[in-house]
């Protein structure tokens, strides 16, 4: 069975850090794009980061140059640094990734559970 399992969340002040982790586990052949997305109440989920299995990077707007996504392909597994975050950072992330299964020819696209974060003013 395959997972992605996050951890990292919590709450924190405003202007604090924190750092999201994922891990995908099961028989997993290959690893695509990774990524995080947030969804805050009443909105829609958002893209916050993404990183390609060649190491690109793309963030959103609204966190670039504070938030920083990194992986570590060995362990199957995807980081999010998250400094001087703000009240409106607040919200549940969700990790995201293309994965290929030893069983599938193709990538398929898989969720975690989500972790949230909370940042009180």
């Known amino acids: 069975q395959v997972q992605l399992v996050e951890s990292g969340g919590g709450l924190v002040q405003a202007g604090g850090s924190l750092r999201l982790s994922c891990a995908a586990s099961?028989?997993?052949?290959?690893?695509?794009?990774m990524g995080w997305y947030r969804q805050a109440p009443g909105k829609q989920r958002e893209l916050v980061a993404v990183?390609?299995?060649?190491?690109?990077?793309n963030y959103a707007d609204s966190v670039k140059g504070r938030f920083t996504i990194s992986r570590d392909n060995a362990k199957n597994t995807v980081y999010l640094q998250m400094n001087s975050l703000k009240p409106e950072d607040t919200a549940v992330y969700y990790c995201?990734?293309?994965?290929?299964?030893?069983?599938?020819?193709?990538?398929?696209?898989?969720w975690g559970q989500g972790t949230q974060v909370t940042v009180s003013s």
């Open positions: 990183t390609t299995s060649g190491g690109s990077t």
């Open positions: 995201n990734a293309d994965l290929k299964l030893r069983v599938l020819p193709r990538f398929e696209n898989y």
């Open positions: 099961g028989r997993i052949f290959s690893i695509g794009d």
